[in-house]
């Protein structure tokens, strides 16, 4: 499973991608905005370090209109993703834009008919929102797993990018459904490293070759 970040914060993406974490980035208005940078300058950025996909959504909502936004945001980098919503217009969008042979993530998907209908407009990949699903007591995993299940029984290749990941239980439940990305804040992709029992072992040890008194510097 690729791991995106989900943020426009250089510096997580730079420490991430550092230690080979990051697969691609992924952005939002919200995202932009708790940055307090330019949309273009700040995209343009994390592209200079990222080599994979980075989504950078339109904000528009007619198609013509992002259509040209997203025809602007793919000038920046050859690996600029443009990030449609998952309207009719964004969809429509999407169909132009992947004809001309940009990527394209469909975001704010929260039904399997919406994942499905996203392919068939040519989507690179399908933004499922995990999180904001549970967040009303409906197990967004249950919608990886159907669109996993729909898209593999008619051999779509827009890839599957759950989204709205809040926990690391999600990180590994995205992994047994078979997404085929996950994006995550950089906090939630830190804290995979976690575990108590990792921490009680290493205190063991430490305590252990200090009693003897050597060291190895
Ligand atoms: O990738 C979409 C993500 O940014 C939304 O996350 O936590 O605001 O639902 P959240």
Redesign the pocket.
Known sequence: MKFFV?TAEIADIKELNDLGMVDGV?T?P??IKKSGRDILEVTKEICSIVSGPVSAEVTATDADQMIAEGRKLAEIAENITVKVPLTWDGLQACKVLSSEGKMVNV?LCFSANQALIAAKAGATFI?P?I??LD?INIDGMDLIADIRQIYDNYGFETEILA????TVNHVTQCALVGADVM?A?PAVIKSLANHPLTDKGLAAFLADIEKTGQKIL
């Open positions: 989900d992924t939002n919200s995202l975001t933004s929102f999180g904001r967040d989204a709205s990941v809040r994006t804040p």
